[in-house]
């Protein structure tokens, strides 16, 4: 992972609109795990600042946009695929 991490932005976006989107970044595929579990729902994440911007539901506002919650903690983001993925991705079973 330490070799992807240079090649990963601090921030990135999905929004269009939004001055961190970078496409050519987004067709390699990333992941992010946020405070140890994998999430498939963010929308925007800073690593420097430690915050991800999730999807609140399927809530919308008046532009049509879905609606995000800002959490704090650690971000750690990774190309998908690549052979570096963090470890305790998929194939993990919770306890329980």
């Known amino acids: 992972m330490a070799e992807d991490q240079p090649s990963l932005p601090d921030r990135l976006s999905l929004d ?11 067709q390699n595929g990333i992941g992010i795990k946020f405070n140890g579990q994998q999430k498939t729902n963010v929308q925007e994440y800073c690593i420097s600042e430690g915050w991800i911007r999730i ?32 470890p305790g991705g998929e194939g993990v079973a919770s306890e329980g």
């Open 55 to 86: 999807a609140a539901g399927r809530s919308r506002d008046r532009y049509g946009n879905p609606m995000t919650i800002k959490l704090s903690g650690k971000v750690e983001p990774y190309v998908e695929g690549s052979s570096d993925q963090p």
């Open 16 to 26: 269009p609109r939004s001055p961190w989107f970078d496409e050519e970044v987004l």
